[in-house]
């Protein structure tokens, strides 16, 4: 069985580093062959929130309430999206309003993912992956020659602004926040001789239209407009781990969860794969490695004694 919790694709997000498609691919487009994909070879795909899940002797029992609309996140979830299509409709079964319901399952693959990578401002949504990212090694070859600015105050984003010299020599970087960049002057010194400008303040404004940045407006005693193609959000991210602790799974400081080499976590059963753990890169390429690690792993713990030999 899958239970997706999001009944709808908040990101226009185009991955450039899959290998097998040239010219990138949506990662809409990925979701959507995976579902035909688990569907083919037999998993029941369901739309609902996963609300508890808890061990009962050597099994998991989980217990499934309705998605509201716009996820589980519903109220909160920005405007603007795309409604739920007929292609899902015709897919997935959905946990009625007010009829949740339980299953027991031997193995369980979590893949929650994260939270945050975007500040929130009108017209965001739009803007992702059109001219607002976050991963320079997936879209750094996007920014060839274009004027690019970087949002973030700590190391990661003073690194992303000078790895992006290697595509562009039009970089500007800005703390996103009053406080201003948490670095040693040493590093501020360096982007300053690498002719890359830095602007110790927050953003007050994304000035956007139809998804296109045009510039960041600093949020100065000037109003400083600086203009911009594309903007590299560089900031932390949370981890969405409400069943991994309801499980007592081993969970990093920053709140990952803990996995083998074979995406196993602490708990015998439980798999975990994609940016909710912390064993590879966050990116789809990863992610797709890590899943078939887990269903391999979650799939041998099925076969019966004799199946799994004398090694078990």
């Known amino acids: 069985m899958l239970i997706d919790e999001r009944d709808r694709f908040v990101w226009h997000h185009i991955a450039y580093n899959v290998l097998g498609f040239p010219d990138g691919v949506p990662a809409e487009q990925i979701r959507r062959l995976g579902w035909h994909h688990a569907a083919k070879y037999g998993a029941r795909l369901v739309l609902g929130h996963v609300a508890t899940v808890a061990r009962d002797g050597e099994s998991f029992r989980v217990g499934i309430a309705h998605l509201p609309e716009g996820g589980p996140f519903g109220p909160r ?25 339980e299953v027991v399952a031997r193995t369980l693959i979590l893949a929650p993912g994260v939270s945050g990578h975007f500040p929130d401002f009108p017209g965001r949504n739009q803007c992702v992956g059109k001219s607002l990212f ?13 004027v690019a600015g970087v949002v973030g105050h700590d190391e990661s984003a003073v690194q992303t602004a000078l790895d992006l010299l290697v595509f562009t020599d039009k970089v500007t970087i800005v703390a996103g926040r009053s406080e201003g ?84 976590t602490n708990i015998a059963g439980v798999f975990a794969a994609g940016d909710a753990t912390s064993l590879h890169d966050h990116q789809l390429s990863a992610a797709m490695h890590e899943g078939n690690q887990a269903a391999c792993g979650a799939n041998w713990l099925l076969y019966d004694a004799d199946q799994r030999g004398a090694s078990d």
């Open 181 to 264: 960049f948490a670095v040693p002057a040493a590093r501020l010194a360096v982007l300053a001789k690498r002719g890359i400008a830095a602007h110790a303040c927050a953003v007050a404004q994304y000035e956007n239209h139809d998804g296109q940045i045009a510039a960041l407006v600093l949020d100065d005693s000037q109003q400083t407009r600086v203009p911009v193609e594309q903007v590299y959000t560089i900031r932390s991210t949370v981890a969405t781990n409400v069943l991994a602790r309801q499980l007592n799974l081993e969970l990093t400081p920053g709140g990952q969860i803990v996995v083998t080499s074979e995406q196993h």
């Open 77 to 101: 979830t920005p405007p603007g999206l795309p409604p739920r299509d007929t292609e899902m409709a015709a897919l997935f079964d959905e946990v009625p309003e007010g009829e949740p319901f």
């Open 134 to 146: 976050w991963c320079l090694h997936c879209e750094g070859h996007e920014s060839i020659d274009r």
